[in-house]
Nanobody, 122 residues
Framework: QVRLVESGGGSVQAGGSLRLSCAAS????????MAWFRQAPGKEREGVAS???????FIADSVKGRFTISRDNAKNTLYLQMNNLKPEDTAMYYC????????????????WGQGTQVTVSS
């Protein structure tokens, strides 16, 4: 049974940093694309970043230069380092595992965590 547990969310002021983690279990972690999606109230879901099983990364233009995605295959853990946070980054952030799709399409099917809230105040 695939299980994804996000952590690291919280409330910060604009310009601050947070590091999200996603602990994965119940499947062969190295065979999956891992991704972060976010959704704010009243807004469409957005693919923030992904890293394939081969290490290929995708970063959305809206966070490029500020967010970094990485994965530790030995720990079955995905990370999202978020620097210079802006109020528009406020959203629920979800970890996704997908064997078929990666990049901005990684939300097609796949497995989802429960999410972790990020709130950035101005």
């Amino acid at each position: 049974q695939v299980r994804l547990v996000e952590s690291g969310g919280g409330s910060v002021q604009a310009g601050g940093s947070l590091r999200l983690s996603c602990a994965a279990s119940g499947y062969t972690y190295t065979m999956y694309c891992m991704a972060w999606f976010r959704q704010a109230p009243g807004k469409e879901r957005e693919g923030v970043a992904s890293v394939s099983e081969y290490g290929t990364t995708f970063i959305a233009d809206s966070v490029k230069g500020r967010f970094t995605i990485s994965r530790d295959n030995a720990k079955n853990t995905l990370y999202l380092q978020m620097n210079n946070l802006k109020p528009e980054d406020t959203a629920m952030y979800y970890c996704v595992a997908n064997t078929q799709y990666c990049g901005p399409s990684a939300d097609r099917s796949g497995f989802w965590g429960q999410g972790t809230q990020v709130t950035v105040s101005s």
